[in-house]
């Protein structure tokens, strides 16, 4: 039986430990914390395949530079953070034209796409209750301006992508949505095929699948490096012991470039910092997961809660819980909903794994052949989980990848 230890116990190292367990794999989850209570515990649940255009695009560099004199903005760069990481944003910078937008948007709809399917598959399978549904992913828009000007966006992903959405003027989208303040929104676009799910609920419920099929993990033990024998690793070493195994998979998100001097290579992840507030469901509740475009704020109807999230702050790794950036999620959803000031039961961040090119990095380490990484999912962690965890197995096992892997390749740094 082949035996691999698994460092880091978020979504995307969790479901590489479904998807080795099922082929038969003796599995080990290894977590500096607690398995799911990273980045993968207050996102927003959502699995959209909408999302296939990467950050770096026309525009957005003029949107970052401007966040460096702007108060509160949703998109906050530390002037200190940008000088001391000056080359990730410099590529950023180089990668913010059509042309780079598109090439790494067919790497990220290739992931997105098959993990969608998977999430369909995994659930069905395993019967697991994560509160899925399948309603879509609103888009809606305060001005009648950036209401026309995403018509451009739709239009590329309907026709370059095959993402088509279904297009509502303010009428129709109050119909559809009546959570909506009365004349709050000039319009929206519905994403059919996008999902929600709760993402803390998934990570309970997959350490639990995991553990009565015979996955160990390890809780609260930090790696420290490998032990080697010639090239190859032979044991992680950790604050909990040394874990033996034939390959070793290493997910840790946005902690991995603390890592590099065990990996080797170059791992452009810096961490961007997401919030989010979970409330009591307010009376008046939206059906729907929306995204609020001016405001760059995300809300979710759990049966459980109701979560306001997003905003993007890159400040290094901060582990203060910035009440500012809290007030900013209240303040945006208030343009929209009623009931935003409710108390809240949860405030929450987390760390996105976020590369300039918007893709993750899935390849093997150049100091160990029998080390595979698998981070940098930025805001789609989530989403691309389960198509991640296939193909790391297929990776290790020699099957023929069900995506083309090269997109993901660490060579192209």
């Known amino acids: 039986m082949q035996s691999i230890a698994i460092i880091g116990g978020g979504v995307v190292g969790t479901m590489a430990a479904y998807y080795l367990n099922r082929s038969g794999w003796s599995v080990t989850v290894v977590d500096?914390?607690?398995?799911?209570?990273?980045?993968?515990?207050?996102?927003?649940?959502?699995?959209?395949?909408?999302?296939?255009?990467?950050l770096a695009a026309p525009g957005a560099l003029a949107s970052t530079l401007k966040t460096l004199f702007t108060k509160n903005s949703p998109l906050k760069v530390r002037p200190g953070f940008a000088l001391r990481n000056l080359g990730w944003f410099l590529r950023f910078a180089r990668k913010c034209n059509r042309s780079s937008m598109l090439n790494a948007a067919v790497g990220i709809q290739a992931m997105l796409n098959s993990s969608r399917r998977l999430y369909d598959e995994l659930l069905e399978d395993e019967k697991l209750e994560v509160e899925w549904d399948t309603y879509g992913l609103l888009f809606a828009f305060q001005t009648k301006k950036v209401f026309d000007h995403y018509a451009e966006t739709d239009h590329l992903l309907s026709e370059t992508f095959a993402r088509p959405a279904r297009r509502f003027d303010a009428e129709a989208l109050q119909k559809l949505e009546p959570a909506l303040k009365p004349g709050s929104v000039s319009g929206g676009y519905l994403y059919d095929g996008d999902a929600q799910l709760q993402p803390d609920v998934l990570m309970?419920?997959?350490?639990?699948?995991?553990?009565?099929?015979?996955?160990?993990?390890?809780?609260?033990?930090?790696?420290?490096?490998?032990i080697s024998k010639?090239?190859?690793?032979?044991?992680?070493?950790?604050?909990?012991g040394d874990y033996c195994a034939d390959s070793f998979l290493v997910a840790t998100g946005a902690w991995t470039p603390q890592l590099r001097s065990h990996l080797g290579g170059k791992i452009p992840i810096i961490p961007g910092k997401g919030y989010?507030?979970?409330?009591?469901?307010?009376?008046?509740?939206?059906?729907?997961?929306?995204?609020?475009?001016?405001?760059?704020?995300?809300v979710s109807p759990f049966a459980s809660g109701f979560r306001i999230g997003s905003t993007m702050e890159f400040a290094g790794y901060d582990e203060s819980l910035n009440r500012s950036r809290l007030q900013l999620l209240r303040d945006g959803a208030s343009h929209y909903l009623n009931d935003t000031d409710a108390p809240a039961f949860e405030e929450w961040w987390g760390w996105r794994p976020m590369t300039f090119d918007g893709l993750p990095i899935i390849d093997r380490s150049r100091m160990h052949p029998n080390v595979l990484i698998a981070a940098g999912h930025g805001m789609l962690g989530l989403s691309m989980a389960t198509g991640t965890g296939k193909l790391v197995r297929e990776l290790?096992?020699?099957?023929?990848?069900?995506?083309?892997?090269?997109?993901?390749s660490a060579g192209r740094f």
């Open 32 to 54: 500096q914390g607690t398995i799911g209570g990273g980045c993968s515990h207050g996102n927003c649940g959502y699995i959209c395949p909408s999302h296939v255009l990467p």
């Open 204 to 226: 309970t419920e997959m350490k639990k699948l995991l553990a009565a099929r015979g996955v160990t993990f390890v809780e609260r033990a930090a790696m420290n490096g490998f």
């Open 230 to 240: 010639g090239d190859k690793a032979v044991a992680v070493r950790t604050t909990k």
């Open 276 to 298: 989010s507030i979970t409330l009591k469901r307010p009376a008046i509740c939206p059906t729907y997961p929306i995204i609020f475009e001016e405001h760059r704020v995300a």
């Open 396 to 408: 290790l096992t020699g099957e023929a990848p069900h995506i083309d892997a090269r997109a993901y």
